[in-house]
């Protein structure tokens, strides 16, 4: 069983940058799947990121709307799961989740994620 916990929300400017952490227990964690969801005021929670276990490849995904801005990474010896974001804009305005899958599904369905955790306000000025 995964626990996880995101740190690192806050309020940015128009353009700034920003580095969410996720921080993860459990002795499997280096085996889950591991995403970015976020969800704004109003709206549904939204797929952002994704990356596979090392053992799968560790690859990645990213929505439309964030890719070439936001990269997320694995460390799986500190147990972390981090999303920097560059160039933020009013949109992505959100809370923030981490959430992890067992099956290895390399999802961008919430569906498809077992462990969640609380969530952490990215707010962002223009």
């Known amino acids: 069983q995964a626990r996880l916990v995101e740190s690192g929300g806050g309020l940015v400017q128009v353009g700034g940058s920003l580095r969410l952490s996720c921080a993860a227990s459990?002795?499997?964690?280096?085996?889950?799947?591991m995403a970015w969801f976020r969800q704004a005021p109003g709206k549904e929670r939204a797929f952002v990121a994704v990356?596979?276990?090392?053992?799968?490849?560790?690859?990645?995904n990213y929505a439309d709307s964030v890719k070439g801005r936001f990269t997320i990474s694995r460390d799986n010896d500190k147990n972390m799961v981090y999303l920097q974001m560059n160039n933020l804009k009013p949109d992505d305005t959100a809370v923030y989740y981490c959430?992890?899958?067992?099956?290895?599904?390399?999802?961008?369905?919430?569906?498809?994620?077992?462990?969640w955790g609380q969530g952490t306000q990215v707010t962002v000025s223009s």
């Open positions: 959430a992890a899958d067992r099956a290895h599904s390399f999802s961008d369905s919430e569906l498809d994620y077992d462990y």
């Open positions: 459990g002795r499997t964690f280096m085996t889950y799947d």
């Open positions: 990356i596979q276990s090392n053992w799968d490849g560790g690859r990645k």
